[in-house]
């Protein structure tokens, strides 16, 4: 994401074209997510991640390939893809993990596993910056980045928790449960819409806040990857940090908190004015998307007996951000600028904001699980 505004370059395409590239990302995740649940179901979280993985590092090399004008913008698109599919699959599974994780521990550890994934976020933003500067191929830069990360993924899979942990039946068997139910609750839907709002107002980030920075403000492609660092390195601080705030306020005050830091942040980005301003505001629209998608996930989570497929069913809504969001912002850029598309996310933020209430606590129906690996 840091190397956008140089793929942008290298493949000499508008606004508009680069949100249609960027498409077949979220079109890969859209796939994988309705059924993702059943999997988890059927073969396990570390199964599920493991498979993820290796398919997020084969994308990376194709699309570090497509960005060579030699090649093609139809080989980015599926390297993208691969991508979006992989890290669909594996989605879902580490967020059941990670639930069951924190229902064992009996507090608030979700954000923190999602901080871990931001640190990932903001070394890769990092990397991406200084290899921009020091002109380091993008196809270079990917590909050793792809089988870096599958690599390490596969092996950390090795150690999640027994699969016992992740259902709830006395025999340790997958509950049957259908997906097409928890696609009928109300609850599991509106925490999806919430979860879809957050998801824009970090997804925006991630695809146009490089590009806006160079584009709005006039500088190098260097400084808008540092930018994009600054957005995530508060998002990790926010996640790092707000799992006190959860367990002493509850989800709702934290999300309502959360959706007005991320419209007043954005605000001063798009309206700053100088860059100095604006760099507060990437910091307080980085502690605004910090806690919004972890909380959904632990609140689709409530119930382990329903976890999966009710987590498949939120990430399913949720990443609609990522298919909507792209092909908007890049129509918006094209007719106002991209950083003045930006303000999509104070909307976001209000209609997140209002969402929120679905995602207070609710007693699972079971605890037979946790007693169990008491036991």
Known sequence: MARIPEVRDLLEISPSELGRVLLALAAGSIVALPTSGLVVNKIGAARTVAGG????GVGLVLA??????????????????????????WDVAMN????AVER??????????????????????GIGAGAT???????????????????GAVTAARSFLPRAAEVDDEQGAAPKVSVWTAWREPRTLIIGVMVLCFALIEGIANDWLALG??????????VGAVGFAVFVAAMTIGRTAGTQLIDRYGRLPVLQV?????AGGVLLVVFGGSLAVAAVGIVIWGFGAALGFPLGMSAASDDPQRAAVRVSVVASVGYTAFLAGPPILGWIGDHEGVLRALLVVAVAAVVGTLAAPAARHQ????????SRIRE
């Open 53 to 56: 993985s290796l398919l997020v």
């Open 213 to 222: 920075i160079v584009d709005g403000y006039g500088t190098s492609n260097a």
């Open 363 to 370: 007693e699972p129906s079971s605890e037979r699980i946790e």
């Open 64 to 89: 570090g390939l497509g960005s060579d004008t030699l090649l093609s913008i139809p080989l980015a698109a599926v390297g993208l893809a691969a991508i979006g599919y992989g890290s669909g699959s």
């Open 104 to 125: 064992l521990l009996g507090r608030t550890v979700m954000p923190r596993f999602h901080a871990a994934f931001s640190l990932g976020t903001v070394a890769g933003a």
């Open 133 to 151: 500067a020091v002109g380091i191929p993008v196809v270079a830069h990917l590909g050793v980045i792809g089988v870096g990360a599958a690599v």
């Open 258 to 262: 959360s959706g007005a830091l991320a």
């Open 96 to 99: 059941v993990e990670g639930a």
